[in-house]
């Protein structure tokens, strides 16, 4: 069976799957969505005997039904090797009663990782099948941990280039070194003065300008997105859902077609729609439980029906998290709408608008699978303390504010269903929030603090910390939120 991708804002035609990852963003602006989600083939006890490999392709060929099977395999291979540091590629570790499913564990230390480490294979691919001569541009606005994890992936692959926006000051000092020591021959990594969605919004009007795009076209280029709204990047995210709960299965901590519920550390909503995703797809996934920190506008979107970003935006100790406008909750309001573009596509506009929308109470009613709720400053610090010092078990801020949500959902509802909550970062990448949670504060500098985490942990430094403690800076330019089209152009020899 083939399955079609199709604009959230339109009912015009549906592309196939590596069209839809070529393009990233559909022609109005929508996000490209399969028409239909498809089943696993294969049960879950069948695949807990399988390798991450070969769950990923038992997964993804239902969703990239144009690839053939050679194809889909080759990218597999060139992805999941020995650029993440354990052949299990993701694993599960258990504290405190609760199982941690680690993505962290390949070459940028967060959960980025699991799908930039083959959206560049797959979109050569993609860009081969369609006979595509221009060379593609990878466009990517960053809250800290998509740029290191998309230039990374796209370094020096043939027939691409890569610009990476971020925020200048909304990085972790880690994140940002990982991104201005990045080499390849086609990487370029700009900093705003602005904050993430500006950025982001920055980079969506470069995708939207016509003008820009015809003088791309002339000069040998197409832009295409490495950000999570790339059902590129969403496909391969449904993989680990798939794979931990077969894992679960095969070390005997839940019994066959036990229900577990999920938590995710949410900002863009990508991660946790994969879980909705696999959920759909038949995982017995019960809740699927949101958590945010400070910037808590799912939070509220959950609890009231009106997503409204008309708020101060938080910088946090978890930056990968502090996102007002999460791009890819559309996909759910499209699906809740009962995959109706004209009810998504005027909700989205409103969001442009007056920056929020509500929905409807039959919508709402359709939302009951997700649980979602926020995580302070302070809780977070407790949680990552208290984790620590009574089970032994490190994680980062992300994790955290996932573990104290879920704290809060137990208190509240009394469900002990079996947890899995995804953990998306090395402590090692936001050291110095960890430290400080710890109750070892210092002035010193992040590397310096990595010593200590280490010393104090026992847990080793990763490879990709070590790497950039010496590493030189390559790339140094900053310019203003409205200054982003002149830098592609002049990056791009346009201007
Ligand atoms: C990107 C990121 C998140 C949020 O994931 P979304 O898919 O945007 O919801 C959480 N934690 C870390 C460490 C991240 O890098």
Not at 281 to 297: K, T, Y
Not at 346 to 357: A, H, Q
Request: net charge negative; with cysteine; proline share 3%.
């Amino acid at each position: 069976m083939s399955i079609l991708y199709q604009s959230t804002r339109s009912e015009g035609e549906a592309v196939t799957a590596s069209e839809a990852i070529l393009q990233g963003l559909a022609p109005d602006g929508g996000l490209y969505v399969p028409t239909e989600i498809p089943t696993l083939k294969e049960s879950l006890k069948s695949l807990s005997t399988k390798s991450y490999r070969e769950v990923a392709y038992a997964v993804m060929k239902e969703y990239l039904t144009d690839f053939t099977e050679e194809e889909l395999k080759a990218c597999i291979d060139q992805a999941y090797d020995d650029k993440f540091d354990t052949p299990e590629i993701a694993p599960i570790a258990k504290a405190g009663g609760d199982y941690y499913l680690e993505l962290y564990h390949g070459a940028t230390i967060a959960f980025k990782d699991m799908a930039l480490s083959i959206l560049p294979h797959l979109m050569t691919t993609a860009a081969k099948k369609n006979h595509v001569k221009e060379q593609i541009v990878i466009l990517t606005a960053t809250s800290g941990d998509t740029g290191k994890a998309a230039l990374a992936g796209f370094a020096d692959v043939p027939g691409t280039k890569i610009i990476v926006f971020y925020p200048k000051g909304g990085v972790s000092p880690i994140q940002e070194r990982q991104m201005v020591t990045q080499k390849g021959e086609n990487v370029s990594v700009i900093g705003i003065h602005g904050n993430f969605d500006q950025a982001q919004t920055g980079v969506k009007n470069l995708f939207a300008d016509e003008a820009l795009k015809e003088k791309l076209l002339a000069a040998g280029y197409r832009f295409s997105s490495a950000n999570s709204i790339n059902i590129g990047r969403l496909v391969p995210q449904i993989v680990y859902y798939v794979y931990s709960y077969a894992h679960l299965l095969k070390i005997g901590a839940i019994k066959n077609r036990e229900v577990i519920n999920v938590v995710v550390p949410t900002g863009n909503f990508g991660n946790i729609l994969a879980a909705y995703y696999a959920k759909q797809m038949g995982v017995p996934i019960d809740r699927l439980i949101c958590a945010s920190n400070e910037n808590r506008v799912l939070y509220d979107f959950f609890t009231t029906g009106v997503y409204d970003k008309n708020r101060d935006f938080v910088l946090t100790s978890s930056p990968s998290m502090d996102i007002l406008v999460s791009s890819n909750l559309e996909r759910l309001i499209y699906r809740i709408a009962g995959d109706d573009a004209e009810q998504n596509a005027w909700r989205m506009k409103s969001l442009v608008r007056y920056g929020k929308y509500d929905i409807t109470s039959l919508m709402r009613e359709r939302l009951e699978d997700f649980y979602g709720n926020y995580a302070t400053e302070e809780e977070t610090a407790q949680t990552i303390n208290q984790l620590f010092s009574e089970h032994g078990y490190l994680i980062d801020p992300h994790t955290a504010v996932a573990a104290t949500v879920y704290r809060k959902y137990v208190s509240e509802t009394a469900d002990r269903e079996k947890a899995l909550i995804v953990s998306t970062a090395s402590p090692y990448k936001f050291t110095r929030s960890v430290m400080q949670a710890l109750g070892k504060e210092s002035d010193e500098d992040d590397f310096t603090l990595a010593d200590r985490l280490c010393a104090l942990s026992g847990i080793e430094i990763p490879k990709a910390v070590k790497e950039i403690r010496t590493a030189p800076v390559l790339h140094d330019t900053v310019c203003e939120a409205d200054g982003m089209k002149a830098e592609v152009e002049r990056i791009l020899g346009l201007a």
